[in-house]
């Protein structure tokens, strides 16, 4: 069997979901390192082009105070993304955790100042996070289709990331994952909550000047 193991079971390596630019930058970084290969230049210019998007827009999300829930892998994401876009992942819920999530996201928010009021829920469910969000607000809430209601409820944006979404179309089609998922995430985000201020200020030329 030791010899099998030793010949045929190849490298392997666990690693986080690659959201945001740092666990992508360690993903691809693993990957040159299994098959002694450089970073393809197609994608050093890809992380460029993510960098750029998160320069030019984190004015719009900077110190947003969001809700989160979903998987263990997607709430990892999601948090390691808010923070390096200097938003605050505030009510952080998972459905289906453990000692060990609550750890890991606890020491991702101990890495950032905008993550020292981040609480995080184990093993609670959707209407808790409602209460949460209802007693103590925030700007916007990170998950999938079931999150509608407290949005709702609560009159703040939903953006629906992770599976399943079910009541948009097209959303599988924007990948989370990698450095053009930073890209679709800021997009989305960002431009949320430029929509919101353009429709509630009173300028009319609401950046219309650059």
């Known amino acids: 069997f030791s010899w099998i193991k030793e010949n045929y079971s190849g490298k392997h390596v666990s690693m986080p979901t690659p959201f945001g630019i740092e666990k ?34 984190h004015q719009y999300i900077h110190n947003k105070k969001f809700a989160v829930y979903g998987d263990p892998d997607y709430l990892l994401g999601y948090v390691s993304f808010l923070l390096e876009m200097g938003a605050r992942p505030y009510h952080i819920l998972c459905s289906r955790g453990s000692k ?49 209601f407290i949005a709702h409820d609560a009159k703040i944006p939903l953006f629906r990331f992770g599976f399943p979404i079910f009541d948009r179309v097209n959303l599988h089609r924007s990948p989370l994952i990698g450095y053009q998922g930073v890209i679709n995430m800021v997009t989305t985000i960002c431009n949320k909550f430029i929509d919101i201020t353009d429709e509630t200020c009173d300028d009319r030329h609401f950046e219309m000047m650059r």
């Open 24 to 57: 992508t930058d360690a993903f691809i970084m693993k990957l040159a390192e299994l098959f002694g290969k450089p970073v393809p230049e197609s994608i050093k210019q890809e992380r460029g082009r993510a960098v750029d998007a998160m320069t030019d827009s």
């Open 100 to 148: 060990k999530l609550s750890k890991d996201i606890q020491a991702l928010l101990d890495s950032s100042p905008y993550g020292k009021d981040g609480k995080i829920y184990v093993n609670k469910d959707l209407w808790h996070l409602r209460s949460l969000v209802m007693t103590d607000p925030v700007d916007a809430i990170i998950g999938d289709t079931h999150g509608k």
